[in-house]
């Protein structure tokens, strides 16, 4: 009677057991969910080398590449290295995975093997002891007629509990097997993933020396590129003056209505403030100004591409395209002013309540001034530079007379 009663003990564990080591394998695929962004992540990076790579194919066949070229080889490299990394934690996630299969595996034979062993015990002891004429015997030695029931019971219980371990050895042997199989699929994704991040490791080295090459073939050239970067600081200076001077005109008017901000931000009516804190609110939500492309030029001051110990500075952001590209808003307002200046070309102005946006480098545009837009509607075309084989977007964000970051405000 102890023997089966320790039996029944070891099959109860083991039916607690199960249900555990489902919740565990359960708990490990929940990582799926990040496995699965990884992988969206992983055609997103894909993508933008793809877009690099033709960038960079139409800016080696212009007459003048120079820092374009290098801004190009730069962002396809940028991207590699995210995709790379991102290699390695899919790798990291298979690699626990593995652990985890192999853990559960060892667990899984252990139980195999004392479900066994109990199973021997049982049908030994069911060979001597349970034959017929025993089992009559058994029920009809007792002393009254509830001991004889009792023992009836025992004796169906028993038989129950041996089937039902002949079952529980079936279904761990079939659990058993699907962790081989799932162990050996786990390990040969991880074989294809090692080679192929070592392939985008090998195409990054590549990358950084064709990089490194062209540096080195403009480093001669730097009264050339110390005269382009001069150009540059005109042009944004030039735009950078008729921006602020349409914002305050815009704070002066407001001025008119109200005396109390001391003429340093807008005075919002009840519609505009609304549409500000919406504007606010989508911080790092806002679509891009043009379908596809990739940022070459970066906001803030920071270090010049070729040139060392030459600083430049950027009130916006850079977005190279497709040549035709259209342009788009990032959000609804009104149009406050197009300019055009042959350094940037034509640019759109958008007020946003508090908020400005600004597109320039623009080759035509189909809007005017006062006209209500939408988020997304297209507001023209993003002029191409036949001579650097470049086409270039830039876009700018501003809160009354402050500059902002629009790598931070636009979606990812």
């Known amino acids: 009677m102890k023997k089966v009663f320790f039996g029944f003990l070891t099959i109860l564990s083991f039916l607690v057991i199960v249900p555990v080591l489902a919740q565990k394998h359960a708990a490990s695929t929940a990582s799926s969910e990040s496995r699965d962004e990884l992988e969206k992540k992983k055609k997103r990076l894909l993508e933008e080398i793809e877009d690099a790579e033709d960038l960079l194919r139409k800016t080696r066949n212009s007459k003048n590449a120079s820092v374009s070229e290098v801004l190009a080889l730069k962002q396809k490299i940028a991207a590699r290295q995210k995709l790379i990394a991102n290699y390695n934690s899919q790798l990291g996630q298979i690699v626990e995975g593995i652990q985890s299969t192999e853990k559960n595996l060892k667990m899984l034979d252990m139980r195999l093997d004392s479900m066994k062993a109990e199973y021997a015990r049982l049908v030994v002891r069911a060979y001597k002891t349970h034959g017929a004429l025993d089992k009559i015997l058994f029920i009809f030695s007792a002393r009254d007629f509830n001991n ?171 977005i190279k395209t497709q040549q035709g590209a259209t342009v788009r808003t990032i959000f609804e307002g009104t149009v406050k002013a197009v300019l055009f200046n042959p350094a940037f070309q034509k640019a759109v102005l958008i007020n946003h309540g508090e908020y400005f946006s600004v597109y320039s480098n623009l080759e035509s545009v189909n809007v005017k001034i006062g006209d209500k837009v939408t988020t997304k509607q297209v507001i023209g075309k993003v002029y191409t530079n036949t001579e650097e084989g470049k086409t270039e977007i830039h876009l700018e964000i501003w809160k009354n007379t402050d500059k902002l970051n629009p790598e931070t405000w636009l979606s990812n």
């Open 148 to 318: 004889a029931y009792q023992r009836l019971k025992y004796l169906q219980q028993y038989s129950d509990y041996r089937l039902a371990q002949a079952r529980l050895i079936k279904s761990t042997k079939t659990e058993r097997l699907q962790t081989l199989q799932s162990l050996k699929g786990q390990k040969e994704e991880k074989e294809v993933l090692l080679g192929t991040e070592q392939t985008e490791k090998n195409t990054l080295e590549k990358e950084r020396k064709e990089k490194d090459k062209v540096v080195a073939s403009l480093k001669g050239k730097e009264a050339e590129l110390m005269n382009q970067i001069k150009e540059k600081k005109k042009t944004a200076a030039k735009l950078n003056k008729l921006i602020e001077d349409i914002i305050k005109k815009e704070i002066e008017a407001a001025r008119k209505t109200s005396e109390s901000n001391g003429n340093k931000v807008l005075t919002l009516t009840p519609e505009a403030k609304a549409l500000s804190e919406h504007f606010a609110g989508n911080m790092g939500r806002l679509p891009w100004p043009v379908e596809r492309g990739v940022i070459t030029g970066h906001f803030g001051r920071h270090e010049h591409e070729i040139l060392d110990h030459v600083q430049v500075n950027n009130n916006g952001i850079d």
